[in-house]
């Protein structure tokens, strides 16, 4: 959903009625430089109230359950992508467009009472505060905030060859620093497969089978990662070529015999079953309880571990391995001793992976490790991602 602007040609809203009805008349206020589109006038009340009216729409007559608001940073500043002397200041001498935080604030409040069960989510690219916090409590007031930091962050991170990877560690660790600052959404969006990006898997480093290892490994790390997952279409069986908006998917990637492709379509599956059937990977994103580093540290064999963790204090351990380089007898600290299935490798055959793994279930030991008494030692699978589950839960 777009309220930031709309298009400047004389068959749509600009100049509506010979004058400058939706946008302002001041071009520093009213024109967009960058798209060549116009600005809505956020204070007049029957533009704020048209373009709420508009969301309820969509909503009330479409069905539709959620919308995603885009570009929100060029909405709230008055100085977004302008130089010195092409925005005006608010009334108080600031950068912020207050009419333009109000209006958010108050489309968001109308959806939350006349339309339950809708939720809003920002596309918002700058650190402004509490986008996704209640208005109440000066914030905006979306359900959600799309985390764009950890989408380039660890995008930038899965393109370098593995031998790279261990300058670059943080990439991966950076994202839980502001973790809990917003209610966040995971994007792989059609914004990261446009526009000479290349797709999600053509930026995956090495031959074919690593690239798709690598991209195995990372949804693994996607969905067990906190925060609600976006996959835009075609990245469930890893479209090779970038998103045409004029052309179908590559379906036909999945024609014929069993290949790399279903692989990947088949974690997928398993990924969004198995996040459905543990409250751990999903109960807790917003809350510091519900995440806790296990290995934080080993930059030089792109190690990662955590846990995942539900209100009933259950556990779910995720360990990446981003070389490929199988890492036999690893060991690493636990909270809770006892035996540890593997739900989930995506190095399995079953997703064309290599099928290195640790046969099933793998018993802690009483043996002090990263600063816990019990530990557990496994052999993490090259270029993939593992979760384990205590036997005696998720039964």
Do not use: C
Not at 183 to 199: Q, R, T, Y
């Amino acid at each position: 959903w777009v309220p930031g602007h709309f298009p400047s040609d004389d068959f749509a809203l600009a100049a509506f009625d010979g004058t400058s009805l939706y946008e302002h008349s001041d071009p520093r206020e009213g024109y967009h430089q960058d798209w060549n589109t116009l600005i809505y006038n956020y204070g007049r009340r029957e533009v704020s109230n048209f373009l709420v009216g508009n969301a309820l729409y969509w909503i009330e007559r479409f069905g539709i359950d959620a919308l995603r608001v885009d570009a929100v940073a060029s909405m709230i500043y008055r100085d977004y992508s302008r130089k010195e002397g092409e925005w005006v200041p608010n009334e108080y001498g600031g950068r912020e467009n207050l009419e333009a935080i109000e209006f958010l604030r108050n489309t968001n409040r109308v959806l939350g009472e006349q339309t339950p069960g809708a939720v809003t989510m920002a596309e918002e690219s700058t650190d402004f505060a509490g986008v996704s916090r209640p208005s109440s409590t000066g914030g905006l007031g979306f359900w959600f905030k799309w985390n764009l930091g950890w989408m380039h962050d660890t995008l930038d991170y899965m393109k370098l060859d593995p031998v790279h990877r261990r300058h670059h560690h943080d990439k991966m660790t950076f994202g839980m620093l502001y973790n809990y600052t917003e209610n966040f959404v995971l994007p792989l969006s059609h914004d990261e497969v446009v526009h000479g990006k290349k797709s999600i898997l053509d930026r995956m480093p090495g031959d074919a089978w690593q690239k798709f290892a690598n991209l195995r490994a990372y949804y693994g790390w996607l969905f067990a990662f906190p925060g609600k997952k976006l996959l835009f279409m075609g990245n469930e069986f890893a479209q090779g070529r970038e998103w045409n908006h004029d052309a179908s998917l590559d379906w036909h990637l999945l024609d014929g015999g069993d290949n790399w492709h279903h692989g990947v379509q088949r974690l997928v599956r398993d990924l969004n079953h198995t996040y459905r059937r543990h409250k751990a990977l999903h109960e807790l994103d917003f809350d510091r309880y519900g995440f806790e580093w296990l290995v934080v540290d080993d930059h030089e064999r792109s190690v990662f571990v955590f846990v995942r963790r539900d209100k009933a204090g259950n556990e779910i351990i995720v360990a990446s391995n981003f070389t490929p380089v199988p890492r036999h007898g690893y060991r690493f600290g636990i909270n809770q001793p006892g035996r540890w299935r593997e739900e989930l490798n995506t190095d399995s055959m079953h997703y064309h992976g290599s099928n290195t793994g640790n046969g099933g279930v793998v018993a802690s030991d009483a043996i002090a490790s990263h600063g816990r008494e019990n530990s557990l030692s496994l052999t993490l699978p090259p270029l993939a991602t593992i979760w384990l589950v205590r036997e005696s839960e998720g039964e």
